[in-house]
């Protein structure tokens, strides 16, 4: 049979790094998705050290830029194309974080970056079977952070909170609920082929990075959450779970924690409030809203 091939974005540390270790001692080929290429070359030397005979690639693209995403997507959609990608690749940036191309850095990476990729895979992979996994987070706290779908690219920032420190995790929060809101409405749209697509809460994990610029409060609170909170390998498991289980065989747009699927807030699973965010999305990235 032909080795597995799987596709990990935000590869280069933390539960990406994580993920693309335990599918490579499963027997996968690894596409390793980062956007520095010393920080994918180290994060290599990492999994070899660990998965000697690892079968790695390295693809560099900073997923904050749509440009960059598509040239990723026509790399990947040449042969061997994947079986499995997992979308794992998020950042928490400040509010007036703009990318050259005008979109808020968080919502850039976190949201419209699995949105345009896994959409732009959808063609190449065809009938085949494939599997997509998107790294969300917890859906228990982020009942409170309704995404404001007049607001996607917070130019106004209403509902963030009053802390100034807090607001950009709370417009992080707010892209996780993005998460959650196309896994669904990416599963309906292929309903009847043979690619499925779920969510994965990975747990409060520390080591991800995803802290390093926060500052004030949120740096305070960050640093103490950490002391107890496990590290990336428990944060790989359910998505490593999804990607690779034959109990998930056939299980589409869901979303699990702990390995068990559990239900998400009425906000992200109402049909016309996702297919209000995926219209918007698609208008964001260019793309017709029709697959």
């Not at 007036?96 to 992979?125: C, F, K, M, S, W």
């Not at 969300?136 to 100034?164: F, K």
């Not at 034959?246 to 297919?275: I, L, Y």
Request: glycine share 10%; aromatic share 4%.
């Amino acid at each position: 049979m032909r080795e597995q091939r799987a596709v990990v974005t935000g590869a280069t540390s933390g539960i990406g790094e994580a993920i693309a270790r335990s599918l490579a001692a499963a027997g996968m080929t690894v596409v390793m998705v980062g956007r520095s290429g010393q920080r994918l070359d180290d994060a290599r030397e990492r999994i070899l050290a660990a998965v000697p005979d690892a079968n790695l690639h390295l693809e560099r693209a900073d997923l904050s830029l749509l440009g960059e995403v598509r040239e990723l997507a026509g790399r990947l959609s040449r042969d061997p194309l994947p079986d499995i990608v997992v979308s794992n690749a998020a950042v928490v940036a400040e509010l007036d974080d703009i990318t050259p191309e005008g979109i808020q850095r968080t919502l850039a990476t976190n949201h419209l970056a699995p949105y345009l990729l896994l959409r732009l895979l959808i063609g190449p992979v065809g009938s085949r079977p494939a599997r997509f996994v998107v790294v969300g987070a917890s859906p228990r706290g982020l009942t409170r952070v309704p995404v404001d779908l007049a607001d996607l690219n917070y130019q106004t920032g209403h509902g963030l909170g009053p802390l100034p420190s807090f607001r950009p995790f709370a417009a992080y929060g707010r892209t996780k609920n993005m998460n959650a809101m196309f896994v669904y409405a990416l599963a309906r749209r292929l309903d009847g082929t043979r690619i499925t697509v779920n969510g994965a809460h990975p747990g409060i994990i520390k080591g991800t990075g995803l802290g390093r610029d926060s500052r004030g409060a949120l740096k305070l609170f960050g640093a103490a959450l950490s002391l107890f909170t496990p590290g990336p390998d428990a944060g790989a498991d359910t998505p490593v779970w999804l990607a690779t289980s034959p109990e998930v065989d056939g299980a589409t747009g869901r979303f699990f924690v702990n390995r068990k699927q559990v239900p998400t807030a009425p906000h992200t699973t109402d049909v016309h409030r996702c297919d209000r965010l995926w219209n918007e999305s698609a208008r964001l990235v260019g793309l017709p809203p029709e697959l």
